[in-house]
């Protein structure tokens, strides 16, 4: 069975702190992998990976692909107030996208 | 920048009443797909579309739901008979080609089902 387990489930830091959040995948056909961020409703997308070790970044977010070890993690560094939110992993395969559960993190003031 | 837009915002109905949830997708593109995320829960896949098929669908997408593009700007999502477990938001996504090859997912705000 096709699934996306992200790590931490959830994350409390101070602003300025560099966080790291995790994404492994078992997706047969695998596409693309991508990072999208919810706050109160719909995702925003973020990245889409799909060769491995070549990072995307943008800003204070990066992100990068493995995918010999099924797994992606996306970085935020000089954390915000303004980046609490749920991110969310998903993997596209075929013609479907499974979806992780999310990371909740909480940035501290 | 165009976006994908849903209606209603927020849909009330009661247990055994059919819904559409609609959806215009970004005038170009070609793929679609529905969503839903039960309250705390994860986005749960349901079905992906094109050139007027289902492409892939999830266990979740059984004979009570069903899509439809009824004209060129359309995407509907029907449940036909509710029940207190379809309570959920709703996402329509689209991305711009058919081709498979990877795109990111251009979400619509989403509609919240609430099923009494």
């Known amino acids: 069975e096709d699934k996306v387990v992200q790590s931490p489930l959830s994350l409390v830091v101070h602003e300025g702190d560099t966080v790291t959040l995790n994404c492994s995948y078992e997706v047969t056909n695998f596409r693309s992998l991508l990072w999208y961020k919810q706050e109160k409703k719909a995702p925003t997308f973020l990245f889409m990976l799909?060769?491995?070790?070549i990072e995307k970044k943008s800003g204070r977010l990066s992100s990068i692909l493995d995918k010999k070890e099924l797994s992606s993690i996306l970085n935020i560094t000089a954390t915000q107030t303004g980046d609490s939110a749920i991110y969310l992993c998903?993997?596209?395969?075929?013609?479907?996208?499974?979806f992780g559960a999310g990371t909740r993190l909480f940035v501290k003031a | 920048e165009p976006e994908v837009t849903q209606t209603p915002s927020h849909q009330v109905t009661q247990m055994g009443q059919e819904v559409i949830l609609r959806c215009v997708p970004i005038s170009n593109h070609l793929y679609f797909y529905w969503y839903r995320q039960i309250l705390g829960q994860k986005v749960e896949f349901l079905v992906s579309?094109?050139?007027?098929?289902?492409?892939?669908k999830s266990e979740i997408f059984d004979d009570q739901f069903s899509v439809e593009r009824p004209d060129g700007s359309n995407f509907t999502l029907k449940i036909r008979s509710t029940k207190l477990e379809d309570s959920a938001m709703y996402f329509c996504?689209?991305?711009?080609?058919?081709?498979?090859?990877?795109?990111?997912?251009?979400f619509g705000p989403g509609t919240r089902l609430t099923v009494t």
């Open positions: 996504a689209s991305i711009p080609l058919a081709s498979g090859r990877p795109y990111e997912q251009y």
């Open positions: 799909t060769s491995s070790g």
């Open positions: 579309f094109y050139n007027n098929e289902i492409s892939e």
């Open positions: 998903a993997v596209t395969g075929g013609f479907k996208t499974i």
